[in-house]
């Protein structure tokens, strides 16, 4: 889909643009797409080449000003209290992954581009947070990221870009609701409903995406629901539903983002900056990444224009 085409409801191409990139959710995308690669000193390095190979597309297709790669920082303290086996039962990073992070990084400050990660704060909260800031201050936000939370936050501004290493599928607003079967707006109420496993968030007994779709067709809000649910058929649904209330409310306040605007500081702060190409040189030779440093050749003597979604 080219750029023109998905911006046309309320950003234009001139605008300026701002990368937010879930690290962990392209670290471990790569690490399980790719096959075992090892670097000449025997460390492995198939995350760190996938995680290269898809940040630069993105940078080459998108040509963004800004960037930001976040981080999570563990469990949110405030979720525990609401409900202890929050993520619960997610199993532990990989140790040969969690290896490659810090190399990451270290291609991260070698491209010009920032990492950010703050102790007590989750990745996804940071997400919607520069999402926010973003948006506040005229940019048009790329959010790369495969987690579906992400699509509450999707308008005419604001596009999720599931990181695959084939064809990157770009979620705007029409895409969500194809998806999903609702609209960005009513994805906390959605996922509310059905859960998520990922986050070891249990939905409405014998409530599934159809069905939850078609009750906030019908009632748009959770809370609209839960004051006409008389109306509700058949029985047995409304008895769920009447059943799970607690549940349901609670789960919207685990589902839905805490934005830190103080946090993050200021949107200059996050500019890209010029990529250091003799440092990424030693860093691909290093590791064995040939490849790549033909790429920075390349790209000094003719840049090349990418077509990531066309």
Known sequence: MPLT???HLGAKDSDPKFLVVDGSAVAYRAYFALPHLT????????????????????????????????WDGGRSTDRLQIHPEYKATRPPMPDELRSQIRRIQEFLDYSGIRSVQIEGVEADDLVATFAKVGVNSGLV???????KDFCQLVSDRVFVVSPTHRKPELLTI???????GVFPDQVIDYLSLVGD??????GVPGVGPKTAAQLLEKFGTIEELYCRLSEV????????LREHEYQVKRNKELISFKIFPDIVGELKNYALQQQNNE????????LGFNSLIKEIDESISKPEVGELFQ
Do not use: W
Not at 141 to 147: A, P, Q, S
Not at 174 to 180: D, L, M
């Open 5 to 7: 085409e998905r911006n």
């Open 141 to 147: 936000i790329y959010i790369v990221g495969n987690d």
């Open 39 to 70: 670097a000449p000193g025997g460390e492995p390095t198939n995350a760190i080449y996938g995680f290269i190979r898809m940040v630069n597309k993105l940078l080459t297709d998108l040509k963004p000003e800004f960037g930001v790669v976040v």
């Open 233 to 240: 058929q058949p029985e047995r649904l409304r008895n769920a």
């Open 197 to 202: 496993s990922v986050d070891n968030i249990e």
């Open 174 to 180: 029409a895409r969500v609701h194809e998806k999903f």
């Open 279 to 286: 440092k990424l040189r030693g860093f691909y030779r290093e």
